[in-house]
């Protein structure tokens, strides 16, 4: 509580979203959405599932000729994913 200063509600909330837990847990919760609008809806609709585990992002999909070329731009994924989460959380990309 600050008696000097006051301190909105909203820039409270920017505060505490912007921890690093904070808003590795939210891009987590987007990522499904967030990997749609990387790979289009074609492959979001191949990929079965997305599973996020200490940093490696486990991706299955059914297409394997979708699978081969996800496989090759793994790199480009993960920097587009963090690049549009605005934090660092996926250090690697498995595709299955």
């Not at 997305?50 to 081969?68: A, I």
């Amino acid at each position: 509580m600050r008696r000097t200063k006051t301190l909105l509600m909203g820039d409270l909330l920017d505060e505490f979203f912007k921890r690093p837990y904070i808003a590795a847990k939210v891009a987590e919760g987007k990522l499904p959405d967030t990997w749609r609008a990387i790979v289009g809806d074609y492959a979001a609709a191949e990929t079965t599932e997305l599973r996020l585990d200490r940093g490696t992002l486990f991706v299955r999909v059914r297409s394997s000729v979708l699978r081969s070329e996800l496989f090759f731009q793994r790199d480009a994924l993960k920097n587009e994913i963090n690049r549009r989460s605005g934090i660092q959380f996926v250090k690697n990309v498995i595709i299955r």
